[in-house]
Each structure stands twice: as structure tokens, then as C-alpha cells.
């Protein structure tokens, strides 16, 4: 590395000594000694004819490798010094002074040689200049550089992080004049980032000046109007996604619960258990397939569909079936096989969380407006909740599985009478519902942790989609679960999320006086259950 | 919907009534003389590991008690249970953090938790928590209150069966999380601990110690006391009527209403008590005692013991949290295993709980003796 910046620094020099004298004599000593105003000034000025000698001669004044004599600036490369505005070899006397760089003039220096980079060919380089510069604390100084660079620009991204930063430095200029300018010119922008700038810029001691503070307020006013919908938008569909995860996971709950009144506690595990084999499945792609990575998902959505239905019936057979219309018992058992679930998958996996990667096209996101970008693994799981909602309102409405599970539900007796077999149609129903966890398990492993603990959390919350939503109603479920996340996601926003889950609750309670029996009541006799 | 009806059969006689409650009396004098009595190492000494382990059990049996009250002879099952617990644990739990005084870490009259937030007084809910009767009256009230107004609300609307059970945990849940919060004033994840004193005694010697032993075996009798006679009244005959059939208490012209609330807050209430002897007794209270699995954990005690006995709560608390204590020391990892078989095998095989079967064995012995 520092072989190579030598012959970097060498063939520069070398360049520079060819190309006529691009960095002037005083101009480096102008850099290298007075005082530090004066040094940060002279390097924007320099800076501003962007000559590339002058990257050289910053990179080693922040390697410490300048040294000033009453007649030359010199550059010393090991054992050799050369003239830093001729490229020529010269003598290093003993009495050279070195160049001695507080914190603000590296940090001057630091933002030079990136802004140098501005001026690369390549964007790649120049986006990690940008990304750079905007690390680093600027000075008014260093306007010049930024103004070259803007003109240079071509790319619009860039160009508009080069605006507000140069926005950014002017608004905090020690020229009213110019601050107010800046103030005027920040509300033409639509950005948060310009937002949380202006909001700095309005915080007590900041802005001094009456004028320039007002022009601050109406560009404030100004950007916050034109944010708000992104904003409100981004609320929206937080709200959304987190309804369409608790759909997920309710849709589920509503065939155990709703159609079958059997009260799974272990659901919050079998969601546990679709997470766990997703996380399965992509690491025998990724020691197996790494070619195919990127579509381990569509296997993971079946696999994490069987594996829990397995486990459901496995439940049903051996425990559940014998505690149909006790809903209080099977409440306790199945919270004792919940911590059976999760002993074991602690004691298989271990207690730790697992990493499971989203694909990488479910990475990133959609751009909507400047301050809202939607996350493609959100999007994903919100389409792929309303499939699994159509495919399980198809299955209970058009097929024979359906009819049957609702004939079961309706009269056992009577269907059993028509010749249903009532005990299997049980097990299918239940290991559906299960199924349905697996798939909420897999699409949650995409947005969040996978751990013993991942069905734990959500237990209560979908318990409240169903009892929200009206036993037995796919609708309710529906409604309540998109409701219920969109009511957390803008109660949260307004007073903080564990008051929004306690005002949700609140809400609950409170409606449920109103409607005892949830959002879409069943009509008729089979309401007094 | 109905929970399975017990066997109405009388579980004891009046004189084995009198009998078991003598017996919790004799367990509650005969464990302080042998725990200071009996010199270290003798064979009838009890160590104080085994005094604390007790006493903090017969905390956990009030519990149990209260929720058979409300789950064994009115047949609504809480899932709240632990939050009453925790509210009763936290009041004394204040009084005590008090005591402390100067001697925290920080020497400041400030308990230690809110000097570490950099809070200048007390917040307006600690007002008063220097004095003991005024905490003891919030151990009681706060609880009390609570599921007054929550039962009255959830009752009016007829919230019943497993919606009422789902609620209450949601209830817990959600206190959970408010407890959890710096800003709620109640030590955050850390709750409190380190207590110093109680009423000038300090808290850690072992007259202290057994003499909050002989008072919480004392309650424990107290409430069985009560709970039997509450079950024997008229009282208690309309709380088993609305657990086997509420519309025909209805139809009787009985508003289930006032009887339910009525045993449902004495219940929050004994569970407050317990949790105020049991927050000196085991020195911390944090809020993962509000968690919806310590609620869930007391319906257990009670469904393993044998719902709607009165003793079965009493002995499913000691055998459930006596294993509980074996386990985590001697085969930590099975005992959620154990937990959860246990969950497992008391509601598929054992639907009156370990009392009902040593009556269902002793009803077959008689059996094959009678020919």
C-alpha cells in the first residue's frame, strides 16, 4: 500500500513537474504554514482550479510529509524530498520545519482529497466521494470544490447530494446575507434530509439572526408540507405490513379457533417451526445450490407449509382430538406443548437467534418519494398474504375438503350422519391451520428474527385479530388484522409503541362491549355458543 | 363450554377439614423451631435455603387458592393472575425500596434506580410510599381496584369462556410492557431489589425472615379458611351455579353480575397479598412476573392439584414449584420438558387433578372392599 501511493505520489509529481507548474509555489506554502483560517482558505482556493497535483500534495500533508525551509515547500518520500510545486529533487536541510495539522485543518484536508474525487470519471468513485464528503465537517472554505464539482456532475442523484450539501454549508455561512439566501433555496427541496438540516439550523443558539430564522421557519413549513404525504404514506403501509403479518398469522387462528373452537396456544410455535425450516432449507441451498440461492424461498414456502402441518397433526392425533368442546383445556395443553416446541427447538438449534438472508431480490426497495421507500421483502409478504388468503377462502368455500370442514363445524352429528368421516376431516382442518402458521413462520423469517421465541410475541396480537374479528369469519379476520396494523403503526407514531399496544387494547375491550360477539357477527341460533 | 363437573362427593369430613387446616398450622409453628432451633447439624435441622424455598411456595399457594376461587367454582379462568400478583409484590416493593434510605449505592434519599435516570424527586406515585400502612393499603387497593373496574366491564358485556381468558392475558401482557419502561417509574427490566430493611429490622436476618415464614403460613390458613366458607355459603352455591349453567342462573332471577365481580376482585386481592409477602420473602420483583407464562403458570398449580377442591390448588402449588426447584438444579434443560408434559398430561388424564385421583382411588378401594 504504501509502495504503491509512493509511486502514485511519484508519477503525479512527475506529471505535475511536466504540466507547467499546476500548484504555484506560494500556494503551497500558503497550505502548509500560518494559521489554520488562512491554510483551510488557501486549500478551498486551490482546490477550486482542481488540479490533480494538488490531491498529491494533500494526501501528504495528512501523512505528515511535508516539512517547510524559508525558501521551499518540500515533499518527503523516505529518504528523498522534492519540491511540492516543481516536482524537483531537492536536498531536505536539517533545520526543515514540519507541518504540524490540527484536527480541523485534516479534517479540511481529508474533504479536499475526497472532493478531488468528485472530479473521477468513474460514478462509483465519485458516489463514495460524495458519501464521504457528507461524513466529514465542512467548512465555508471549501464552497469552491463543491461548486466545481456540481458543475461537473452529471448524474442527478449525485447532483442533488452535492446541492444540499453546499445548501448545508451555506445556511451556515457567517454571511447573513447568504444564510438567508440558503434558507430560501432549502424550501424548494422535497428531502427529509433538508428537514432535519433546517431543524438543526432552527434549534436554540443556532441561528441568531431574526430574519434568517423566519426564512427558516417558512422553508421548514415549506418542506414539511411537501414530506407529509410521504410520511402519512409510509405510516400507511408500515400500518399494512404489519397487518398483513398478523393476517397471516390470524388466518391460521381463525380455522383452528374460529371454525374448529379449539385454542391453539402452541400456534405462536408452529409459525416457529415454518421459520426454522425456511432457515433449514436455505442453508441446504447454501451448502448444496449456491448457484440457486436466490430461489431457496420457493421451496422454503412448502417446506415450512409440511413441516408444520406435520407437527399439527401430530398435535391433533395425540392430544387435541380429545379435548374437543373443552376450549379451557385444550388452552392448557397446548400451551404445554408450546414449551415442549420450544425446549426442542432450543435444545436442536440452540438458544440463539438464527440468521436467515432475504434473497437478493427481496432486498432493497422501491423508491416511492424521497423520504419513502417501500422494502421489497414487505411488499412481498403483504401479496403473499392476501394469496394465502384467496387460496384459503377457496378452500373453504369451493372444494369438497371445505364443505365438509364446514358441515363439521355447523352439526357433527348430522355430518357424520351424511357419512362424513368427522375425525379425519378434524386432523386435515387442523393441520391446515397449522400449515398456514408455517407459511406466516416463513414469510416473518424474511422480516425479523428467528429464535425460540419468535411465536411468543405475536400469540396475543392474533389472538386479538380473531376475538376482534367475529369467531368463524374470514372476513372479520380480514378486516381486523389490516385494522388492528394500521391502528398500531398511527397510534405509535402519535404516543410511542407501548402505549399504542396499550390503546389498542383499550380500543379492544372497549368495542367489545359493543359488539360481543366481534366485527362480523354469525347470524342466528350458533351465536350463544 | 363447562369445565368437567367434579365429582360431588364430599372430598373430606368436617373433621378432616379441621384436621388439614390444623396441620398447615403445625407445619407453619414446627418449621421456625426447626430451622432456629435445631443446632446446623442435626437431621431435623432445616436449612434456611429450604425455609426460603418453602415460604416462597406458600406465596405461589395463596395464588393458587385464589385463582381455584375463580377457575375451580366459578369456571372463568384468569390468565391474569400473575399481574395482581406483581401489582400486590410491587407496592411493598416501593415501601421497601424506601427503607433503603442512604444506604444504596448512590447515598441518596433517591432509590438507586432513579438517581441512575438522573430523576431530581420522587415521581407523584411514590408520594406516600414511606409509610407502611399506605402501602399496605395500595397492596390491597391497587389490585382490588384494577379488577374491580376491568372485571366490571368485561363482566357487563358478558365477556366469558376463553375470550375473557385471552383478555386478561392481554391485560398482563400489555402492564408487562408498561413495567418494563424506564419512564413508568418501577426500575424498568430491573425492578427493584437490594432491600435493606422492613418497618427499621433489616430484612436478610433469620427472625426477620421466619417471622414473614409464620405470617404468610398464616394468611395461607386465613384464606383457606375463608375460601371454605365462602364455597359452603349460599355465596359460593351461585358462584357453581353460573360455572355449570349462567343462562339458568339468569333464568332464577340471580344477576351473575355482582358475583362474579365480587369473587373475581377478592381473587385479584389474595393474589396482591401473596405478592406483597412474597417480594421480602425472595428480596426482588421485576416485571417478568407479569409475563402471560407466570399467569398461565398458576392455572396450572391449581388444574394439577385439582380444580374446585381448595386443597388441590394448595398441594398442585407446592408439587408443581417443589419440582420446579429440583429440576433447575439438578436437570435444567427438562424442566420445560416436565413443564409442559405436565400441562399435557393433567388436562388429558388427570381432568380433577392429583386430589381427585386419591379420591378416585380410595372410592375403588372402598368398592372392593364393600362385597
Redesign the interface.
Known sequence: MQGLRLLLGLAVALWGGASAHALTAEQARAMASGDTDARVAALGAAAATADPALAAFAQALLDDAVKLTPALVLVVKGDTAVDASTGAPATLPADAEDVVNNNRMRGALQAAVASLRLLDTDPAVRAAAVAELAKTPLEEAQLPLIDKALAAEADAGLKAQLTRMRAGLLVASSDPAKRLAAAQALGESDESQVKALLMERLADGAETDPAVRSALRVALDQVSSRLVWGERLGVVFTGISLGSILLLVALGLAITYGLMGV?NMAHGELMMIGAYATYVVQNLFRAHLPGAFDYYVWLAVPVSFLAAALVGALMERS?IR??YG????????T??????L??SV??LFGAQNVPVENPSWLSGGVAVASNLTLPFNRIAIIGFAFLVLGGVALLIARTRLGLFVRGVTQNRRMAACMGVNTARIDTYAFSLGAGIAGLAGCALSQVGNVGPDLGQSYI?DS??VV?LGGVGQLAGTVVAGLGLGVLNKLLEGWAGA?LA??MV?VV???F???R?QGLFAMKGRSAE? | MMSQPAPRTTLLSPTGWTAVAIALLVVTLVVPVLNLAIPDGSVFHLSDYAVALTGKIMCYAICALAMDLIWGYTGILSLGHGLFFALGGYAMGMYLMRQIGRDGNYQSDLPDFMVFLDWKALPWHWAWSDSFAFQMLMVVLVPGLLALVFGFFAFRSRIKGVYFSIITQALTFAAMLLFFRNETGFGGNNGFTDFKRLVGTPIAVPSTRMVLFVLTGLVLIGFFLMARAIVTSKFGRVLQAIRDAESRVMFTGYDPLAYKLAIWTLSAVMCGVAGALYVPQVGIINPGEMSPAASIEIAIWAAVGGRATLIGPIVGAFFVNGAKSWFTQVVPEFWLYFLGALFIAVTLFLPNGLVGLVGQLRRKGKKEAAP
Open positions: 385454542i392430544v380429545w379435548l373443552r376450549p379451557l383445556e385444550t388452552l392448557l395443553a400451551w404445554g406443548i408450546s414449551l415442549v420450544m425446549q432450543r435444545t396475543v389472538f386479538m376475538v407501548v399496544k396499550i387494547l379492544i375491550v372497549v367489545i362491549q359493543k360481543p355458543a
